[in-house]
């Protein structure tokens, strides 16, 4: 695993630990889909350019966070955090 994927793979498990139980659920029960489609090969495209996963098919995952708040109120806690 390169530098810059591992990075990126530590940082989907600090946000995954950052949620709440049903958050990291629905993260489980995402990957765990991807998983499944992956060995059902009829649910797969007939072209090979999806031999491996990719972070983008975790695209929507933790999504329910920013229902609960507004991105722009995060980013000001997050500033005022940093004093």
């Known amino acids: 695993m390169s530098i810059s994927t591992q990075g990126t793979v530590e940082n989907i498990c600090f946000q995954i630990a950052q949620l709440d139980a049903i958050g990291q659920q629905r993260v489980f029960e995402r990957i765990e889909k991807l998983k ?4 059902n090969p009829s ?3 007939t072209d090979n350019s999806r031999d491996a996963f ?3 098919d975790l695209w929507g995952v933790g ?3 920013w229902q609960e708040e507004s991105v722009n109120e995060y980013v ?3 500033r005022d955090s940093w004093d």
């Open 63 to 65: 999504s329910e966070i």
């Open 43 to 45: 649910s797969q495209p």
């Open 36 to 39: 499944t489609e992956k060995t």
């Open 54 to 56: 990719r972070i983008s």
């Open 76 to 78: 000001r806690k997050e």
